[in-house]
């Protein structure tokens, strides 16, 4: 299949413009959509969109308690699924819940989300990947700028811009504990990055990027196009939807309050992962779905 978003190819970076739609449902639809005309126009514009008090209190609270009750459980696992920080045995993320735990499973297939996912997705879709990311206080480290659609296009096999990421904020996440930063924008534009993709780099991406990051010079040109950066701070419970090549980034947390958020990427059923576009082998199932892509059905609900 030809590659129409090539990277890791070049010792020179280029900033291309995206071939893909943002929103894959027909504007003309939006009388349909489960978000307002303006939610839509922001999404679309700026490549993120924030929902407030989508769950309850008592859903968010119970939430907060599993993801506690799994990193607890966790603490002592050897998995290749629980990343622990690159300088302690804290944990950093826990990898593909939504497959591993029915709970989450269930939060993965809730039908206010799909709704949303659906629409902006224009199709059926999966979850192509899930994680908690940690950051605790003091020890959680930076995650390095990237746009996730490349990695996912290059070391995935992700042929197209048809996915998002939906975080759900489970602790505050304040302006000083390493929230997320995107770049307003910058999901309209595609930076192919310098460099070769090493052979099982995730083992290396997944406590620091240094692969499929972009170069300061276009990142700046990507901040200045946008008129800045946006950080998505929110009570737990806030979700922040963020479009598949949307730049994004996050400090480490220097402060004594954890920063948690519960991340489930979902792709169209019409995007389904080919051979990684690099030539490299393919990453591990609990990173990237080949195999439960099933369209997520409408009737679960959060227990
Ligand atoms: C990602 O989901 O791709 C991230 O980079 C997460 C960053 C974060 O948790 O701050």
Partial sequence: MQDFYPSRVSDKPQITKRKDPVIHTDRRLDHEAPLSKEQLDFYEKNGFLQIENLFSEKEVAAMQKAIFELQDSNKHTQSDKIIR?????????????????????????????????NHLLGSDVYVHQSRINYKPGFSGKEFNWHSDFETWHTEDGMPRMRALSMS?????????????????????????????????????????????????????WLVEKGGGLSVATGKAGTIT???????????????????????????????????????????????????????LGKETVLK
């Fill in 85 to 117: 920080e690159p300088d302690s045995d804290e944990i950093r993320s826990i990898f593909s819940v939504d497959q591993d735990d029915e709970y989450f499973k269930n939060i993965a297939g809730d039908e206010r989300l799909l709704k949303i996912v």
């Fill in 168 to 220: 759900i904020a489970l602790s505050d996440n304040y302006i000083h504990n390493g929230p997320l930063m995107l770049v307003p924008g910058s999901h309209n534009y595609y930076v192919s990055c310098v460099g070769e993709t090493p052979e099982n780099n995730y083992k290396q991406s997944l406590q620091t990027q240094k692969v499929g990051v972009p170069d300061n010079d276009s990142l700046k």
């Fill in 241 to 295: 939807i963020f479009e598949s090549n949307t730049m994004h980034a996050s400090t480490s947390n220097m402060t004594p309050y954890p920063r948690n958020n519960l991340f489930m990427v979902y792709n169209s059923v019409e995007n389904k992962l080919l051979e990684p576009f690099s030539g490299a082998g393919k990453r591990p199932e609990y990173i990237a779905v080949r195999k439960t892509t099933e369209p």
